[in-house]
Nanobody, 115 residues
């Protein structure tokens, strides 16, 4: 059974950085599109960044130039490097795997940006 386990969240001051990691068990990682979503209290879950199996990336406008998504197929891991964090980045961040009709989620990791 494929599982996604996120880590790396926490409390950081505005302007700070965090790196989120998502480790995927099983053998489908390298064939999958991976993404990070986030959900703030009372809001819907929104796409933050996505990376295809070939390494193509796209980002939501509000994080362009600040966040970088990357993957290491040898480690079955996708990363989200977040720099220059802002209070509006505060949310639970979820890792998502997409392969065909299969869509799997991690349990989420809290990111809080506050002074």
């Amino acid at each position: 059974q494929v599982q996604l386990v996120e880590s790396g969240g926490g409390l950081v001051q505005p302007g700070g950085s965090l790196r989120l990691s998502c480790v995927v068990s099983g053998s489908i990682f390298s064939r999958s599109t991976m993404a990070w979503y986030r959900q703030a209290p009372g809001k819907q879950r929104d796409l933050v960044a996505r990376i295809t199996r070939t390494g193509s990336t796209d980002y939501t406008e509000s994080v362009k130039g600040r966040f970088t998504i990357s993957r290491d197929n040898a480690k079955n891991t996708v990363y989200l490097q977040m720099n220059n964090l802002k209070p509006e980045d505060t949310a639970v961040y979820y890792c998502n795997l997409q392969l065909g009709l299969t869509s799997l989620w991690g349990q989420g990791t809290q990111v809080t940006v506050s002074s």
